[in-house]
């Protein structure tokens, strides 16, 4: 876990985002004595496990061309 403090953390805002978006957590810190006042890390429970397609998985690909169109109703067979 990385460690900074208040002033460091506001000076290089962006690249810490940047690193907690890549997985790393960072404590900040304040005052002379350091202390811990909260941590910075990636939302774990915001991922999704991926999908699996089933025994088609790896044998058939979908492609939808760009004029490609459906309504709702169409969707929902309405």
Known sequence: MKSMTVGEFKAHFSD?????????????????????????????????PKRKLGILEGKATAIFMDDWE?????????
């Open 16 to 48: 810490v985002i940047e690193q907690v978006k890549a997985g790393e957590q960072i404590e900040v810190t304040y005052g002379k004595r350091k202390e811990v006042i909260g941590y910075f890390q990636p939302n774990l429970t915001d991922s999704k």
């Open 70 to 78: 459906m309504t709702e109703e169409e969707f929902l067979g309405l």
